[in-house]
């Protein structure tokens, strides 16, 4: 899971953040005991996306790409990351995932995340899903600033993923 965002992330933010700003990035939020606490947090989705087989998936195992959301309140949940390895983008994973995360709280109303403000893919699918941006955010790391937009979907107007099994 670690080699899978740290992958994802030079590939996604490579051309958008300086070497050190990704460096610690992935040491803060990528590495494998906070991985491995969010995995084991009561309130807390984490799944993954599996290939079938192993072949021509080297370095990654199976691992297609994977979603975390947290339960904030008794009515929303914050979408801690959602991400699918470079390769397999585009090809509907993302919808899927993100629908998991959906039916992982039946009874939640309102889903947040934040994502770099230069995402601009990133924040079309978002958008194309039911979110809006409601605002925004800097987090200030010691190799510099990550501009953050904050959005927000509600369950009744999101996007209802017609992919079949989520
Ligand atoms: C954003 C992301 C999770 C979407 O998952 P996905 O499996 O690629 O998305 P889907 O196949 O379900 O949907 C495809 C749509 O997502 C959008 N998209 C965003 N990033 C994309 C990418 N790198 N490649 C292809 N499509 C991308 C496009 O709008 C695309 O729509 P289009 O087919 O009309 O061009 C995935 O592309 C990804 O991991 N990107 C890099 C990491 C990232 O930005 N994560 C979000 C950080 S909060």
């Excluded at 194309?128 to 937009?149: M, P």
Aim: include cysteine; aromatic fraction near 8%; glycine fraction near 12%.
């Amino acid at each position: 899971m670690r080699r899978l965002l740290e992958l994802t992330w030079r590939r996604a933010f490579g051309a958008l953040l300086s070497p050190a700003a990704l460096r610690e990035v992935s040491q803060r939020w990528h590495n494998e005991a906070h991985l491995a606490g969010q995995t084991s947090l009561r309130d807390c989705f984490f799944a993954v996306a599996e290939a079938g087989s192993r072949k021509g998936l080297a370095g990654l195992g199976r691992l297609l790409g994977l979603v975390t959301a947290t339960r904030t309140g008794r009515r929303a949940v914050f979408l801690n990351r959602l991400y699918v390895r470079p390769g397999r983008q585009g090809g509907g994973l993302g919808e899927r995932l993100l629908s998991a995360a959906w039916k992982a709280f039946p009874g939640v109303q309102g889903m947040r995340l934040e994502v770099l403000k230069d995402n601009g893919r990133a924040i079309a699918f978002y958008r194309r899903h039911g979110f809006r941006v409601t605002g925004s955010k800097a987090v200030r790391l010691e190799a510099g600033t990550l501009r953050l937009a904050v959005m927000k979907a509600r369950r009744d107007r999101r996007f209802v993923a017609s992919v079949k099994g989520t």
